[in-house]
């Protein structure tokens, strides 16, 4: 990226962040590109990937209303490494720190850390080699916040198989391992509530997937949604999923195409009370819960939407450009 060009887009960057940064409720949404999966803070912030118009993603902060957006990865206002940018946010249970994923100073993909309120315009710190070959991609943090567990291609000291693996780290960067290696696709991990258990993403490239929790003492698999398949040419596919407590009940929500698009889905961690979220002819996916247990946030065509937990009420919180 030329210095010009770089400089050219800092600036629009930073117009953008003012104009949307005024806002506080949904009465006026603001445009964004929304990528994959959003965050939710347990003091109601939003943080989600937004494609810029230079192709790179960018991690954006609002309010659980779609309004005051600020962007946090402005990489120190540095107009040579605007490329930088940001994915995969994920806020850590006590709010005040974001987990995202970014390829930085000419490393590999890796996991940082940087300030919820602030971003990267202070020192982020890097918690995965950048040094390997690979990614490292798709945080999520255990709910007592010592660990994080994420999805890596990377293939460390003969561990890991350079497919995608569920991998965990200390907060602190320290005692990383692989926990799932195999030659099937691991991917989009996440924490049961109790900090035992870890569902996550599973299946061959281009085929189906499935939604499988692994107990970590011990080591044993269940897959959760191989019971819903018709038979052996069902090429369904169930993804993301993220696993939650609603009115005291364990969920496990997903977005799947079971019906033909790709709508949200919840289901008991014993397999039972399959029910769909959502029915829209756009694709939703990637749901996340609220710590509250009160609010789902999803992403819908490029757009950021919430609803309630069981479905209905659905708000749309930004605009799609």
């Keep these: 990226m030329s210095l010009v060009r770089a400089m050219a887009v800092l600036c629009l960057l930073v117009v953008l962040s003012v104009l949307v940064g005024c806002g506080s409720s949904n009465s006026t949404l603001v445009y964004q590109n929304i990528s994959e999966r959003a965050s939710w803070s347990v003091d109601n912030f939003l943080a989600f990937t937004s494609i810029g118009g230079n192709g790179q993603r960018y991690i954006w902060r609002c309010n659980q209303y779609g309004g005051g957006q600020i962007l946090l990865t402005k990489t120190a206002n ?31 993909t890796s996991i940082y850390l940087m300030d919820a309120i602030d971003g990267d315009r202070v020192a982020t710190a890097r918690l995965t080699d950048s040094s390997v070959p690979g990614e490292d991609i798709q945080p999520s943090w255990k709910p007592d916040g010592t660990q994080i567990v994420f999805a890596s291609t990377k293939v460390i000291g003969g561990s890991g198989t350079g497919n995608l693996d569920i991998a965990v780290v200390n907060a602190d960067g320290t005692g990383r391992q692989y926990l799932i290696a195999t030659d099937e696709l691991e991917q989009w991990p996440c924490f049961s509530p109790d900090g035992s258990r870890i569902a996550y993403q599973r299946g061959p490239s281009g085929g189906p997937t499935d939604i499988t929790l ?3 003492a011990g080591g044993a698999s269940v897959n959760l949604t191989a019971p819903l398949r018709t038979g052996a040419g069902d090429m369904t596919r169930y993804e993301a999923p993220f696993w939650a407590t609603v009115d005291g009940q364990e969920w496990i929500y997903f977005h799947s195409n079971r019906t033909g698009d790709f709508d949200l889905y919840r289901i008991k961690p014993d397999g039972t009370g399959l029910t769909q979220i959502t029915n829209d002819v756009r694709s939703d996916g990637y749901p996340v819960v609220s710590p509250s247990g009160k609010h789902v946030l999803f992403t819908r065509d490029r757009e950021l939407w919430s609803c309630d937990p069981a479905g209905g009420n ?7 450009y």
């Design 78 to 108: 540095d107009p040579t490494k605007l490329d930088e940018g940001g994915w995969h946010p994920a806020f850590n249970p006590a709010g005040n720190k974001v987990a995202f994923a970014s390829r930085r100073s000419g490393g590999s």
């Design 314 to 320: 659905e708000k749309r919180l930004t605009r799609r």
């Design 214 to 216: 692994y107990t970590i």
